[in-house]
């Protein structure tokens, strides 16, 4: 079964190409928006859909080139439904639609964040089933019960800013330019955590859900108490260390709440914060003192992509969850919640364990 995947949830327009006999990618593209949003300091969401119009089709056809395929070879065409900002989704779906409807094959659409949540399997060494997820997403932070393709069930999420959310306006409080959260993490690799005592937010709370907006407050107290003349580089790299430290003390104490939780050993972390080597490098060293094995996507994968879609459409059918659909009259969803789109019985929230 060929599987084309179309992503255009916010900034990034990615085109891939599954082949689900083989289970693998044959070819995938990607266009990031970041240098056209930088001068505007975040997404402007009018400027994200009209370049992800101008983008997509050119991107199709590289795709088509690189791996030597025609379209009339296409069995299925998966897109983004949502969640993500309506006039991107609706551009990904409308041409979706249009080419199922010209080739007359059928479509499925696929929650943004299960994509995100199934890309480790696109890794040479993929994590079994079941595990427990991690999904550190721009817009998202939750910790989500994996027992298979289809079947999550949500541990814990966050009440307010979600990490990245706080990574970004926290970088903008240091006078660091978009995208925040990579620039504030290269900033924090010359810092010292250890002179400023930032609050670990609800990392005592007795559930496994996050708040990271009194963190960010937090920092700007700091900005603001300390003198502009001596704001220094170094100051500014300590805050950022002593902040991302707190940051990944959370979402490490929280996974390892949630493997003790539900009795599993093996954790998944995805998305875009994913991406972030102190957090890796943390969670892989808790991982070595409880037995657990931690997997991340590629790099690549990490970001929003074409890919992580394509290969959620064909995992979807396999496992017989969702049928195709013809190219009909067609909705986005730009607020969906990823467990409704799962099999299993929603999350008893038990209390988190006295040492996570």
Known sequence: ML?????????????????SRDKRLLAHALHSQVAMHEAYGGVVPELASRDHLQRVL????????????????????????????????????????????????PLIGIHHLEGHLLSPLLSEDPPPFPFVALLVSGG??????????????????????????AFDKTAKLLGLGYPGGPALAQLAESGQP???ALPRPMLHSGNLDFSFSGLKTAVLTQ?????????SDQVRANIAAAFQEAIVEVLVAKSFAALQQTGLKRLVVAGGVGANRRLRQALI???????????FPELQWCTDNGAMIALAGALRIEAG????????????????????????DPAVRSEMPSEP
């Open 321 to 344: 969850i969702e049928r195709p659909e013809p190219a009909t009259g067609f909705s986005i969803q730009p607020r969906w919640d990823l467990a409704a789109v799962g099999q299993a």
């Open 285 to 295: 060293e808790r991982g070595r003192t409880r037995g657990v094995r931690t997997y």
């Open 3 to 19: 599987v084309l995947g179309i992503e255009t949830s916010c900034d990034e327009t990615g085109i891939a190409l599954y082949e």
């Open 194 to 196: 250890s002179g400023l």
């Open 223 to 231: 900005v603001r108490n300390a003198d502009p003349k001596i704001l």
């Open 58 to 105: 050119p991107l199709l056809e590289e795709v088509m080139r690189e791996a030597q395929r025609e379209k009339a070879a296409l069995d299925v065409i998966a897109y983004t439904r949502g969640p993500g900002l309506a006039g991107a989704l609706l551009v990904g779906t409308g041409i979706a639609f249009g080419l199922a409807f010209a080739l007359g094959r």
């Open 140 to 165: 998202h932070t939750q910790l989500m019960h994996v027992a298979g393709v289809g079947h999550y069930a949500l541990l814990g999420e966050t009440l307010d800013d979600a990490a990245g959310e």
